[in-house]
């Protein structure tokens, strides 16, 4: 059964996934947005995404671009989850592995690292 949670208390969880965020690495990432929305509107089922150049592939050419995003799919993740510690944890690992795009480390690294 799904779990049932606030938006303000989900948009909370994302902060602190945020905050997981080893300080030498936040203080890399530059021009990205974190959003959240109920689903994503061609996959139901996917529970974030990366949008954007990310840092190994920016050149001198980046200047000026709009920001990339990252999206957390709230509904999406509290459907897969039956208690309110499996969100907390699936909040952290969706926010750290789209943050890892943004760092160039693709899809099949991040299941290598356990994080897929």
Do not use: K
């Not at 990205?32 to 840092?55: F, S």
């Not at 001198?60 to 709230?74: E, K, M, N, Q, V």
């Amino acid at each position: 059964m799904p779990v049932v949670m606030s938006e303000s208390r989900f948009e909370e969880l994302v902060g602190e996934a945020l905050d997981l965020i080893p300080p030498e690495l936040a203080r890399a990432i530059d021009n990205v947005v974190v959003l959240i929305e109920a689903r994503n509107p061609e996959d139901r089922h996917l529970l974030g995404l990366y949008h954007g150049v990310a840092l190994t592939e920016r050149d001198s050419h980046y200047g000026g671009a709009l920001p990339d995003t990252i999206t957390i799919y709230r509904e999406a993740i509290l459907e897969i989850c039956s208690a309110e510690a499996e969100v907390v944890e699936e909040v952290a690992i969706t926010v750290l592995h789209e943050v890892a795009h943004y760092f160039g480390i693709d899809e099949q690294r991040l299941h290598q690292l356990g994080w897929g």
